[in-house]
């Protein structure tokens, strides 16, 4: 079976998101572009099982998904520390994790529980609707929509106590909050 | 000074401007990797596997 190009083109169109996702899972990008490798060798052994018409993203998104939590079960398995161990894989190999701007960003995301991670991440970034992002997590709308809120509470929470007067890093992002602030 | 104000109050319950500022660093941080655009491994590792299925069916064909 040889890859019909226009389904190879866009499952590399889906790349540089399924990476961000990836990195955004997993803290570390190496492990990130493993996953998207292992999602791209499994999207092409599985895509007879994909529906012509239907999002070539989504349906990888929920391979990497898929890949990544059968990943952080058989992890936690064999690692007791379970809250703790993705935070401090981020503190000890800081050089492997992407950019250093979003760092302090990317510490609290950290701290949330997965599910709520990957909610976010999806709606809030990823751009998919609650509809789609519920389909790639494969449970209702309404968990969607809950874990969004409860991750966007807690990250608010985070992001506060850990940085009392500045949010985030960079000029631009305060700037645009100070502007935000007088209206 | 307003904004912090508000960002204390708002501990509990989530401001506006607070929800939109989470959503601004989570956009940042994941557009900042989509930029990257396909790294050369992958469209390599694609055309790899093109390449080798057709050798393979070329063997197949012979016999």
Redesign the interface.
């Known amino acids: 079976?040889?890859?019909n190009p226009s389904l190879?083109d866009a499952?590399?169109a889906a790349?540089?998101?399924l990476?961000?996702?990836a990195?955004?899972l997993s803290g570390n990008i190496d492990r990130a572009?493993d996953l998207?490798?292992e999602t791209?060798l499994r999207a092409?052994a599985n895509i007879d099982s994909f529906q012509p018409g239907t999002n070539m993203s989504a349906w990888m998104f929920t391979i990497l998904r898929n890949l990544f939590r059968s990943e952080y079960r058989k992890r936690r398995r064999e690692v007791e520390d379970t809250d703790g161990s993705y935070a401090e894989s981020l503190k000890s190999h800081p050089e492997q994790n992407?950019?250093l701007e979003?760092q302090e960003?990317?510490a609290a995301?950290a701290k949330l529980p997965p599910d709520q991670r990957e909610a976010?991440?999806l709606v809030?970034?990823?751009g998919f609707s609650y509809e789609e992002a519920a389909q790639i997590c494969d449970c209702a709308v309404g968990t969607i929509k809950s874990r969004v809120?409860r991750a966007?509470?807690r990250?608010?929470?985070l992001?506060?106590i850990e940085s009392s007067?500045d949010?985030?890093p960079?000029q631009s992002?305060r700037a645009?909050?100070?502007a935000?602030?007088?209206g | 000074m307003q904004t912090e104000v508000n960002q204390r109050k708002t501990r509990g319950r989530l401001g506006r401007d607070v929800q939109s500022k989470i959503g601004q660093q989570l956009r940042a941080m994941y557009d900042d990797v989509v930029s990257d655009g396909v790294p050369d491994r992958f469209t390599e590792m694609l055309r790899k596997l093109d390449e080798g299925k057709e050798t393979e069916q070329d063997k197949g064909s012979n016999g």
Do not use: C, W, Y
């Open positions: 079976m040889t890859l190879r499952m590399l790349v540089p998101s990476r961000a996702f990195i955004s572009d998207v490798q791209l092409i992407s950019r979003f960003f990317r995301l976010l991440i809030g970034a990823s809120n966007r509470t990250l608010a929470d992001l506060a007067e949010f985030g960079d992002t645009i909050m100070a935000g602030g007088r």
